[in-house]
């Protein structure tokens, strides 16, 4: 994997996202050719349209990013990538559209635009049958040697016989920290030199999963592949990297302390991001008001009480606010004020709430709480207090969430689907943490981009 500004990025997602740039430049450039051709224009060297082409290139290619065309699933199924694909084409001339309303000389000409939204998918369609079997090939995945053979080692094995994993394993070394777990695990006491095994094996990574250290952590061999060029992880980071979350049954006080992450050069970040935050949340209450306002009325006409209500969240630094949304539930959903999970199937939501939370309509009202500054877009998703304090009892770390202000979306809400219970809450909180400890603008803007994927293709909305 490749780290692009704290974020991990999986070498063939990057390969096949230059080839995607490549490729929609060509259709831009093919695009303008044909229609050159079809009025009798003199075809004058590409630089005399860069401007155009690039604008094409990166507008398509930000809306393939948003609706998941790099997912795991579009990766290894041609037929899943070709509709998402279309889709994200679409997308993309949507913004094409609006860019050349904006700035009219930096886009294509109409029919030059239609000609290269026709071209693109068959060639980036195309480009996936190709480059398949290469993507999924061993060419671009780590080897990998994991010192240990318990359960912690386990792990690792099943998380790399996953369809997509960016690493293969070429061995697991016992060491003698309990009962082997993994078939075919060497023990250390059999292996002369460690170093020169993991030369023979061509490993390039070795992962340290022991089960326990004391008396166990094979220091010296360590140093020796450290200073040989082996990368060196610990189980902790590695979880991390590979599934982007923390993982709780792993973590420590001591890894969280002293690995990477929770930098404190976020000042400026930070004045940025407010700065997006009241920008866009402003732009956003004013064009979507009458989408508020008629929501508003069907709620009130449907059921009774009021239109909107009002919920205490816990914010920054575990301080009380009130969220603001649309009413989705009766009025007595909840008695005597007792904060109740949601549920499939919830018989508490109205008809008129069961559709607007489907297409996140409710959450509108939100852009208020945004640009009052106790929200921002991204960030953990607030909960209640009574769930807060239950949650901080049975989960650990659930507290250090509360460091970043909370969000609209996050890493959590697009890559966990909606979920009311206390395992759905361990796993949003893994999101959540690894989302607080490693939070750039990059990964802010790509939490909002993969925000349009779960609009357009909502699952287990509540």
Avoid at 31 to 37: G, K
Avoid at 194 to 220: G, M, T
Avoid at 269 to 280: E, T, Y
Wanted: with cysteine.
């Amino acid at each position: 994997m490749i780290r692009l500004f704290k974020h991990y990025v999986p070498h063939a997602v990057l390969l096949l996202g230059l080839v995607d740039v490549v490729l929609l430049f060509c259709a831009a450039e093919a695009s303008w050719v044909l229609r050159a051709w079809q009025i009798g224009m003199a075809v004058t060297p590409f630089t005399h349209r860069l401007g155009p082409l690039i604008t094409f290139a990166v507008a398509v290619e930000t809306a393939l990013v948003a609706v998941g065309v790099y997912g795991l699933d579009a990766l290894h199924s041609v037929r899943f990538a070709a509709v998402r694909l279309i889709v994200g084409v679409a997308v993309g001339m949507i913004i094409v559209s609006v860019l050349s309303f904006l700035f009219p000389g930096l886009t294509l000409w109409r029919s030059n635009a239609l000609y290269a939204a026709l071209i693109a998918p068959t060639a980036l369609t195309a480009a996936r049958l190709m480059l398949g079997r290469l993507l999924g090939s061993e060419t671009f995945k780590r080897r990998l040697l994991v010192l240990g053979a318990g359960p912690r080692a386990a792990r690792i094995k099943a998380l790399g016989d996953k369809p997509g994993a960016g690493f293969v394993v070429c061995g697991f070394i016992g060491m003698n920290d309990g009962p082997d777990a993994v078939r075919g695990a060497i023990n250390r006491d059999a292996i002369e030199s460690l170093a020169d095994h993991v030369v023979n094996l061509k490993a390039s990574e070795v992962v340290l999963a022991l089960q326990e250290r004391r008396n166990a952590l094979p220091l010296k061999d360590l140093l020796r592949l450290k200073t040989t060029g082996v990368h060196v992880s610990e189980l902790s980071t590695f979880l991390e990297r590979e599934t982007g979350r923390v993982d709780l049954a792993t973590a420590s006080h001591s890894w969280l302390i002293f690995s990477d992450g929770f930098a404190s050069g976020r000042f400026l970040s930070s004045i940025a991001k407010r700065q997006f935050d009241i920008l866009v949340s402003l732009l956003m209450l004013i064009v979507s008001a009458p989408l508020i306002l008629l929501t508003a009325i069907a709620i009130r006409l449907e059921s009774k009480g009021p239109a909107f209500y009002r919920q205490k969240r816990v914010g920054l630094f575990g301080e009380e606010f009130d969220v603001i949304k649309l009413r989705s539930m009766r009025q007595d959903a909840e008695v005597a004020g007792q904060a109740v999970w949601a549920q499939e199937n919830d018989p508490r939501v109205t008809r008129v709430g069961r559709f607007i939370r489907m297409v996140r309509i409710d959450e509108l009202p939100q852009l208020w709480v945004v640009l009052k500054g106790k929200m921002s877009f991204v960030g953990p998703r607030p909960e209640r207090l009574q769930f807060v304090t239950s949650l901080a009892e049975q989960l650990p770390f659930y507290d250090e969430r509360h460091m970043v202000k909370p969000g609209i979306t996050g890493w959590a809400q697009i890559n966990y689907p909606y979920g009311a219970s206390l395992e759905d809450a361990h796993n949003k909180l893994e999101y959540d943490l690894y989302y607080a400890k490693n939070y750039t603008p990059f990964l802010d803007l790509l939490i909002l981009l993969q925000t349009v994927r779960v609009l357009i293709w909502p699952s287990g909305a509540r």
